[in-house]
């Protein structure tokens, strides 16, 4: 192991990526939820339609027993048990997913928050309040047992109760819950905000990092990193110095392993440029995905297979798992086999990661430390130059990712590629006019039911025709808090698309869910590695937020498709008089998001 590590670690310092003869290191330690035979067996034998029901289920007793008696069992069977006896091994000797957690009513949940009374449509307000309702739903608290007996667990036990996303997901997940704390705040729920919060910084306290998603095998991998956003949200709803002043270096501390660990140096007309990329150096199947990841490794060469799982867990980390952003420029654009996440610039990584440098200065400001403060705005001065040079198109008017092998831009649609504007991480005044003629020039404004993830169709959930709640915010946001009212007012009416896609779903299914089909009239959205979600956590938070800032203007009436844009100027301007009329009520939603106040 010692010299595997010392490979692993001078492959790191080189900046070489991923090795195809060296394997990596697994997941995590575990023989039984991350590597091992036991694991290989039971997911290759699909005893269970999602292979994440496995990984999830907790031990009945000690791993060592449960190990010695499967090592046993396949030595037995010459290490293929039949798939009648694999079963009942399984049933003896673990309990049944969910088993850990218990369901909690959070204490600050209160009947009425006041955002409900801004809400001006009745229908609208009373499905607000049914959203309100459901934190109640998605409220978790683990059991004792989790922190007497880890080891008996994939759930990495956090002290304080949590909101999961719904579904399959019975765990927290690091950028879900940015929104669903948005949410929580206009639920007036600052404490259970503070809670997961403090659940986020013991993590990175213990890990260095906020993991994927609260289970051992999601450890070797993180998400968007919004750890520093949602600390600026929670103290805007509540002041909380003191909180800040405790945790701050725990903040700068997860920055620090986004610089140490997912640093690349761009090279562009002689200047070289620091940015960062998903990347997790880490091998074998993703446990959760076990069986489809070793499928698809074995269409590959067997000296290609580490480095696909370690692709596919940088595709994990991304939040956007899968999609055609990360097949650009490979072998098979077409085929997930050629996923190539680690050789991209992502635009939203590095536009969150400038605003969470702006938001660490500011921060540090207030607590009186000129010195830090100082360095973290050079940190976002330097990061907004690389983005400029980097990532920004001039003639097109947005941000693309960049393909660090094939030296170019990806100037495919994504909604990730206006983050910086949602941000706040731009130097030219007149990127939201840009912005605005991208989406028209790219027709995205003809859609009527949300916007689409991607212009390509490929199957994967994170492509056309899904549209996810987080990416609507992205955009909507970044046009509301631009000076020029007709971004403003475009703002709106994507906000009313979204609002009315969600509301007639839920109409008809009294459910919200994770993402949204846009090509058939709004309803769940499909494609990827598992059937859609109900909850659903984010999205909750996202409509929230947007009754929040447009209740007295949103309506539950028929949906409207948008115009050509060519003619969307002279559509909008008797709502414009209104916009107008408006704005010294409704200014600072979105200059909360880039961190100035």
Not at 80 to 99: C, D, M, T, Y
Not at 217 to 222: A, D, G, M, N
Not at 324 to 346: E, F, H, M, Q
Not at 506 to 515: P, T, W
């Amino acid at each position: 192991m010692p010299g595997r590590t010392w490979k692993l670690c001078l492959l790191l310092l080189l900046g070489l990526g991923l090795g195809s003869q060296e394997a990596l290191p697994p997941p995590c330690e575990s023989e039984i939820y991350c590597h091992g035979e036991l694991l290989h067996q039971v997911q290759m034998a699909k005893l269970y339609q999602d292979d994440k029901q496995f990984v999830d289920m907790p031990l009945s007793i000690a791993p060592e027993q449960v190990l010695q008696t499967f090592t046993e069992l396949s030595r037995d069977h010459n290490h293929s048990i039949p798939r009648e006896q694999l079963q009942a091994f399984v049933q003896e000797h673990f309990q049944a997913k969910g088993q850990e957690l218990q369901p909690w009513t959070p204490a600050d949940w209160k009947d009425s928050p006041q955002f409900l009374q801004k809400i001006s449509d009745a229908k609208l307000r009373v499905w607000a309040g049914q959203l309100h309702q459901l934190w109640k739903k998605l409220g978790k608290k683990m059991k004792p047992e989790v922190l007497s007996h880890p080891e008996r667990f994939s759930l990495i036990y956090s002290e304080h109760p949590f909101i999961v996303p719904g579904g399959r997901f019975v765990e927290f997940y690091y950028w879900d819950s940015y929104w669903v704390m948005e949410g929580l705040l206009l639920s007036e729920m600052a404490e259970t905000v503070k809670g997961m919060l403090q659940n986020f910084l013991d993590l990175v306290k213990t890990y260095g990092h906020v993991p994927n998603g609260g289970r051992v095998y999601y450890l070797q991998r993180s998400q968007p990193p919004l750890l520093t956003l949602m600390m600026d949200c929670y103290l805007t709803h509540t002041n909380d110095t003191t909180f800040l002043q405790e945790n701050i270096e725990t903040l700068a501390l997860e920055l620090d392993f986004w610089t140490k660990n997912r640093t690349v140096s761009v090279s562009l007309e002689g200047k070289n440029y620091l940015l960062n990329r998903y990347y997790v150096p880490y091998g074998g199947p993703r446990p959760e995905s076990y069986s489809k990841d070793t499928e698809l490794a074995d269409t590959l060469p067997e000296g290609d297979r580490e480095a696909l799982w370690a692709e596919l867990k940088a595709g994990a980390e991304s939040g956007w798992d899968f999609s055609s952003r990360w097949l650009i420029g490979g072998p098979n654009p077409n085929s997930l086999s050629g996923i190539r996440t680690s050789k991209l610039v992502p635009v939203d990584l590095n536009a969150f990661l400038c605003q969470a440098e702006e938001l660490m200065s500011k921060f540090y400001s207030r607590l009186g430390n000129d010195s830090q403060a100082t360095k973290y705005r050079t940190l976002r001065a330097q990061r907004l130059a690389a983005l400029n040079a980097v990532l920004w198109d001039e003639e097109t008017g947005a941000w693309f990712d960049y393909d660090l092998e094939n030296k170019k831009k990806n100037q495919d649609f994504y909604p990730s590629n206006l983050t910086p504007l949602w941000a706040g991480c731009f130097s030219d005044p007149g990127v939201a006019d840009k912005a605005l003629k991208y989406l028209e020039d790219s027709r995205i404004l003809t859609y009527q039911y949300g916007i689409p993830t991607s212009l390509q169709k490929t199957g994967q959930q994170w492509d056309f025709p899904n549209a996810w709640a987080p990416l609507q915010d992205l955009v909507i946001r970044g046009l509301a808090k631009a000076p020029l009212p007709r971004a403003q007012e475009v703002a709106f009416q994507l906000a009313q698309n979204w609002i009315r896609t969600n509301f007639d779903v839920y109409s008809q299914k009294s459910a919200m869910y994770e993402k949204y089909d846009i090509s058939n009239g709004g309803q769940p959205g499909g494609g990827g590695e598992y059937e859609v979600q109900e909850g659903f956590g984010w999205t909750n938070g996202v409509v929230l937020m947007l009754l929040d800032r447009y209740g007295d203007r949103l309506t539950s009436g028929a949906q409207l498709a948008f115009l050509d844009p060519h003619c969307l100027a002279a559509t909008l301007l008797p709502s414009l008089l209104f916009s107008l009329l408006s704005r010294k009520e409704k200014t600072g939603w979105g200059e909360q998001v880039s961190g100035r106040s």
